[in-house]
């Protein structure tokens, strides 16, 4: 798996760097957003996670969840525009879930691309996407994941 | 160094609940939008009770109390919980960027912000202190409570702080569960607030708490103080917009998670050191402790120690008890006699368990 100073960041998953976000494509060519660890690692332990409704249309780097912690309140933002399918029950039962396991079932929306193919260009991966949050973390002073 | 950055000043002066909220979006999303400089606000409110973004207006406030006495209700944009404002209170805020204070920690802008606001409280001629996680306090009594939001790269920070404050005001207007807590409890809960006119014999005039505040952030962030008299043309713009969106029942009363429990739990439990009682308000839909209380005739020095614990276990999930204390007792300097941090730990946990069995979700919170 790949990490940057202490922050897991999976090689194979798909990252927004100015969102701070991951994208994951599924079979069924929906895709799955979710908080990073690094994103985690700034916010702090999150207690309340309040999702964009299913059904609902996002647009790119729009608001896909509001999420507080520490006090803190703001949105997490899709880097792909469509329409919310799923939200996560365990995640609003449990917000901690984003924190515990921000790559598996701390996921935040699941949404119906309208574009993938426009959007999807501004996603890196691997890397890139490793290297990137390297320079990102570097600007931020960011010390590391505990 | 090269040239100083500027920070707006603005005084907003009294208002409705609506049009304060309103403004709070507007700089921020101006902020965002490149059309709002770094900005530090003043503002006042009408008597109002504000619950934080996530709340539900029914489980946190006495609505009919509210309506009864002309009490404005409202949602703020900002985390945390319920609080109730009047006239003898100021709000402070801050419109700033991630990286303006060098870092992008939220828990540490947040500290950088309060120390600063504590700084300018002290230029008062009170000994006011940050208290993670987000409060400003006297010798242990609360006098400013803050929260923030953020948009992208763009924050907004805002506190309160109590000039002349009525406690027993502001207990009718919250759906704090007093009833259920003994009356020692109550007393010690008033204990834990002050007012600058109770430590000063008089309140100060809002110019002074305002230029002291001000002061104090401009040394702190190295910035030039620019004050204005009104908002810029786009934000006029956007605030007239927002204060539509925000000035109705949908943005009061919007639910943001089902109405859970919100049982008060209380244990008792006998240690070497003495006795000790803990009250813990627990967030059965989220699984998170809001609030605990803990009383004792145990030894320890500083006493403020209790104090400083509760603060920085409010909002902790369920999941996090544990390792929140440790966090705490792992930086915190405190002698204790014939007591450790694990009695701490049990009464908390003993209060937990004895929640309702039926309304427990299964499997969520294992104890350990």
């Known amino acids: ?146 | 160094m090269s040239e100083k950055i500027s920070l707006r000043v603005l005084d907003t002066g009294l208002r409705r609940a609506a049009e304060n909220m309103a403004l709070n979006r507007t700089l921020l999303e101006c902020h965002q939008a490149g059309d709002s400089p770094h900005t530090l606000r003043f503002l006042r409110f009408e008597p109002c009770a504000l619950v934080g973004f996530h709340q539900n207006v029914e489980q946190e406030l006495r609505v009919d109390h509210c309506r009864t006495e002309g009490i404005d209700i409202q949602r703020r944009i900002t985390g945390g919980g319920a609080i109730y404002f009047d006239p003898g209170q100021i709000g402070w805020e801050l419109y700033l960027d991630r990286r303006f204070l060098g870092t992008a920690d939220m828990g540490e802008i947040a500290r950088r912000i309060c120390e600063a606001a504590a700084d300018g409280i002290r230029r008062l001629g009170v000994d006011a202190r940050y208290r993670p996680r987000n409060d400003i306090e006297v010798d242990g009594r609360k006098i400013s409570g803050t929260g923030g939001a953020f948009d992208g790269n763009s924050i907004m920070y805002q506190g309160t702080l109590l000039i002349d404050f009525d406690v027993e005001r502001m207990l009718r207007v919250l759906r704090i569960p007093a009833e259920k807590l003994s009356d020692k409890a109550i007393a010690s809960a008033r204990e834990r607030v002050t007012n600058l006119r109770e430590l000063l014999g008089e309140p100060p005039p809002l110019a002074r708490v305002q230029s002291a505040l001000a002061e104090a952030f401009a040394e702190a962030f190295q910035v030039d103080l620019v004050p204005e008299d009104d908002l810029n043309p786009r934000e006029q713009t956007h605030f007239a917009q927002a204060l539509v969106e925000i000035d109705s029942e949908d943005w009061v009363y919007q639910r943001h998670r089902p109405a859970g429990g919100m049982p008060l739990l209380e244990a008792v439990h006998r240690c070497p050191g003495g006795l000790m009682r803990a009250g813990v308000m627990l967030d059965e839909a989220r699984d998170i402790i809001r609030q605990v209380w803990i009383t004792g005739d145990f030894f320890m020095n500083p006493r403020r120690m209790l104090v400083d614990l509760e603060a920085s276990l409010k909002e902790t999930p369920v999941a996090e008890l544990e390792t929140n204390i440790h966090r705490f007792f792992d930086a915190y300097r405190v002698e204790m006699l014939m007591l450790s941090r694990e009695d701490f730990l049990q009464v908390l946990r003993k209060a937990l368990d004895s929640r309702d069995p039926a309304s427990t979700r299964a499997g969520t919170h294992a104890a350990g």
């Open chain 1, 1 to 146: 798996m790949g990490a940057v100073k202490g922050c897991d960041l999976p090689e194979e998953l798909l990252y927004s760097i100015d969102n701070n976000v991951w994208v994951r494509r599924e079979d069924d060519g929906n895709i799955t957003v979710g908080m990073t660890a690094y994103a985690c690692s700034l916010a702090g332990q999150v207690v309340s996670y309040t999702p964009k409704k299913a059904g609902k249309d996002v647009k790119k780097d729009k608001s896909c969840a509001t999420v507080e912690s520490g006090k803190w309140v703001g949105p997490a933002k899709t880097p792909i525009s469509g329409e919310v399918v799923a939200t996560n029950d365990a995640v609003s039962a449990s917000p901690g879930l984003i924190n515990q396991d921000p790559y598996g079932q701390g996921w935040l929306v699941k949404i119906k691309p309208a574009d993938w193919d426009a959007d999807a260009v501004d996603l890196k991966t691997g890397a890139d996407a490793l290297a990137a949050f390297q320079a990102k973390m570097d600007a931020d002073g960011f010390k590391g994941c505990a």
